[in-house]
């Protein structure tokens, strides 16, 4: 179902082996769900709020809930559940206008692909604790246009939160405040296929720490990180991982967040707009030549502006191959004490790059490091003027 096609140079295919793992792990977890139907509405605006459907507390019934039971109206759970037995689902949230308060109690299921599955339209869940899926999804949220979880736990399960669209598209979703670490691989993971899609997903204010692949996952059609829109992510493998779309980040550090290895890796972008952004780190053990700043792989358009990366192996890497002439424009940025070079250019099957031009750019790297590395076969022509006026805050 999810038919990505996999990178084949030793070099890309060591990068991405992992994330299309990940895929086949998504299509699998799908698959046995397919005969759901999928809410018909398509949102046109996106929300000011969450869209969170809480009815009066005083109106909601509080419920007794058995392993596998399927949830179709708005309710508070009454029990904790213990499913050793289930390999699906512990429990299913299926249909339109519904609220669904754990009230804090638990839900182990530790043989079950999700703790919870939700499909519809203006769904919210909140209160549960979802933990010690080894192979499975605290929750899985398919095909569902309208989308609010908050304040749940789903941490140490091998995914936190995945959301994924098939058929719809999946526009108005918020997921804020939750805890989702020390999960196996993905604090949170979104994904799309077929005509389904998902679109600036609003994730903030989550605990994704610890997290053993990407703390935060996020194939898109578009979405913006800045200040506002922040989780915690420290000591997790990777910080965010985008792909797909067209990316606007500004406005924010990761320096606190003490990631281990590449803190932000986009790949296959349509556009991906970076300002104000500082991607140094911290972290006091690296030992990895996968510490990067920021990572851009196969983007077709870049516009980066006053981007910081200090103390990684390489501050901003481009990587580039099957014939995508990745082209864009690096300004006003500061590249320090990086290990291996500032910026990194590489092709692995030599498609040459577009127009790449670096403006007013800065270098205090160290007498072994290099400013800009081009490695060996790659077709690129970099060049490097000083045109924009850093000094200038109307940009």
């Known amino acids: 179902m999810l038919n990505k096609t996999q990178v084949t140079k030793p070099s890309a295919a060591t990068k991405f082996k992992t994330l299309f793992q990940h895929k086949l792990i998504t299509s699998l977890l799908i698959l046995s769900f397919s005969a759901i139907a999928s809410a018909d509405a398509t949102p046109t605006e996106e929300p000011s709020s969450p869209p969170i459907n809480q009815p009066s507390q005083i109106e909601l019934p509080i419920i007794t809930v058995h392993c596998g039971d399927l949830l179709t109206k708005s309710a508070r759970i009454g029990n904790d559940l213990n499913c050793p037995e289930i390999t699906e689902s512990a429990i299913y949230v299926v249909g339109n206008h519904i609220f669904i308060d754990g009230r804090g109690h638990s839900i182990s299921a530790p043989n079950a692909r999700n703790g919870l599955f939700a499909n519809g339209s203006e769904i919210s869940i909140t209160g549960f604790r979802v933990n010690g899926l080894v192979k499975g999804n605290g929750i899985l949220a398919y095909d569902c246009p309208e989308l609010s979880l908050f304040e749940n736990n789903f941490s140490n399960n091998q995914n936190g939160i995945m959301l994924y669209a098939e058929h719809t598209k999946m526009k108005k979703v918020w997921v804020v405040d939750n805890e989702a670490n020390h999960n196996s691989l993905f604090g949170i993971k979104t994904a799309f296929d077929g005509q389904g899609i998902i679109e600036r997903p609003r994730i903030t204010n989550n605990d994704f720490k610890n ?185």
Do not use: W
């Open 211 to 395: 997290s053993g692949s990407y703390a935060l996952s996020v194939e898109a059609s578009s979405y913006e990180i800045n200040f506002t829109e922040m989780n915690q992510m420290n000591f997790s493998k990777g910080g965010i991982f985008l792909q797909g779309g067209d990316f606007y980040l500004h406005d924010f550090t990761l320096v606190k967040e003490e990631i281990k290895n590449v803190q932000i890796f986009i790949a296959n972008a349509h556009s991906v707009t970076v300002k104000n952004v500082d991607l140094s780190t911290n972290y006091s053990h690296q030992t990895s030549d996968e510490a990067i700043g920021l990572d851009l792989y196969r983007a077709q358009k870049f516009d980066i502006f006053r981007l910081k990366t200090a103390h990684n192996d390489v501050g901003l890497k481009l990587e580039t191959e099957e014939q995508v002439p990745s082209s864009g424009r690096v300004r006003c940025s500061l590249f320090a004490d990086n290990f291996t070079a500032g910026i990194m250019v590489s092709s692995y099957d030599q498609t040459p790059y577009g127009a790449i031009l670096f403006d007013n750019d800065k270098f205090k790297e160290p007498p072994f490091s290099r400013n800009v590395f081009i490695q060996e076969g790659t077709v690129a022509d970099p060049k490097f003027v000083s045109e924009t006026d850093c000094n200038d805050h109307s940009f």
